[in-house]
């Protein structure tokens, strides 16, 4: 896809976003995709467009909405050149090379540590409830809460708009909500009607 038809269809609001487009890429990741399960969007650019109706119903700052978006743009982008051999290579995981990509830009570390870290969350709960491994699930939390730092509600608004899309179990997001007891629970606002 071109440069000019993800505009159209992204509608980039800040400088930034317009320079991701211009990356040739930053481009063939946001084509990648077909329906799957969690995805049966498909494609990365549609997923974004789910991700970012989700920001736009938050209740949020300006600032906070901006990086929202930043944090939506590259997360998943890079998925296209993720390994995905066994055993598993985490430095080739999609989340690094959405890091590394956006390090180009940005020199906030704690935005680069949510980018990097946006699924860890995903992989607490699994430990947890599908594998039984809760000290492990909970040492992972930890070290979660301490890399994004400051960013730590910004990383429960990401999670939640992240995990609200597509066909996604749910489970992971209401246990973080339930659970997590240093967050500011926020709910989606459509219009006048808060969901």
């Known amino acids: 896809m071109t440069a000019e038809e993800l505009n159209d269809l992204?509608?980039?609001?800040?400088?930034l976003e317009a320079r991701?487009?211009?990356?040739?890429?930053?481009?063939?990741?946001l084509a990648w995709g077909l329906p799957r399960y969690g995805?049966?969007?498909g494609t990365i650019w549609r997923h974004i467009l789910e991700v970012n109706?989700?920001?736009?119903?938050?209740?949020?700052d300006?600032?906070?909405?901006?990086k929202l978006r930043i944090i939506c743009w590259v997360h998943d982008t890079f998925k296209h050149v993720e390994h995905r051999g066994s055993p598993r290579d985490w430095s080739k995981h999609h989340s690094v090379h959405a890091r590394q990509f956006l390090e180009r830009y940005v020199d906030d570390p704690l935005l680069l540590n949510v980018v990097e870290l946006h699924d860890e969350a995903y992989y607490c709960w699994r430990l947890a409830h599908l594998y039984g491994k809760?000290?492990?699930s909970e040492q992972r939390m930890d070290e979660l809460r301490?890399?994004?730092?400051?960013?730590?509600?910004?990383?429960?608004?990401?999670?939640?708009?992240?995990?609200?899309?597509?066909?996604?179990n749910p489970a992971p997001l209401i246990w973080f909500e339930e659970t997590v007891d240093d967050i500011e629970i926020v709910e989606f606002r459509r219009g006048e009607k808060a969901i």
Do not use: M
């Open 62 to 66: 300006g600032e906070t909405r901006r």
């Open 39 to 41: 995805h049966p969007e």
């Open 146 to 168: 301490k890399r994004v730092g400051e960013y730590w509600q910004l990383y429960y608004l990401f999670f939640k708009c992240d995990t609200s899309t597509g066909d996604k």
């Open 134 to 136: 809760y000290a492990e």
């Open 10 to 15: 992204l509608q980039p609001e800040t400088e």
């Open 20 to 29: 991701f487009l211009k990356d040739e890429a930053f481009r063939s990741g």
């Open 53 to 60: 109706e989700n920001i736009d119903a938050l209740p949020v």
